[in-house]
C-alpha cells in the first residue's frame, strides 16, 4: 500500500472511518508536475462515511511549498490548507486518494507567488534585486533593449 491508499476494509462494520497521516514529500511531489516543491510532509486527515452501495470522503491535507518569486525570483516558501473528497464504490478495500490529492493541490496553487507582500523585484534595467537595496539605476527613463543600447 502506498502513503496515499488507506484501508477501508473496516467500514462495513463500524460505519465511519478517520484517519491521520503525515506523507512524506517524495510521495506526493509527483502529483504537484513541477508546478512546485515541496518542503516537508504533507498531512492528512480524512473521514470516510459509509454512504448508500459505497462511501463518501472527506479530509484535508496541509503543508508547504516553495515556488520561484515571480517579481524576484528569489524563493517564495508558503503554507497551505486544502480540502479533498471524493467517493468509493462498494466493495473496495483500499481507497486510493492520488487524484483527489492532485486535484486540491492543483487548486490551492497560489497564481503569483511572492517571498514577501512587500516584494520590490528585480531592477528592469540591470537586473539587481530592489529588496537587496538600491542599484543606481535612474528611477525612470528609457529602458535598454537589444545589445544593451538605450531607446529613447
Known sequence: MTDLEFDISGLREQGM???????EPAAAQPLLAGAA???????VQLRVVRSGSGASFSGTVEGGWEFA??????PARLRFRAG?????AA?????????EMRQALSLALP????CREDCKGLCPRCGADRNAGD?????????PYGRGEVVA
Do not use: I, K, W, Y
Open 17 to 23: 472511518l478517520e484517519f491521520a497521516r503525515q506523507v
Open 37 to 43: 516543491v515541496l518542503t516537508g510532509p504533507l498531512e
Open 69 to 74: 518569486c515571480v517579481r524576484c525570483l528569489e
Open 84 to 88: 479533498v473528497e471524493g467517493s468509493v
Open 91 to 99: 466493495g473496495q478495500n483500499v481507497l486510493d486518494v492520488s487524484e
Open 111 to 114: 497564481e503569483r507567488a511572492r
Open 135 to 143: 542599484c543606481g539605476c535612474p528611477p525612470e527613463g528609457p529602458v
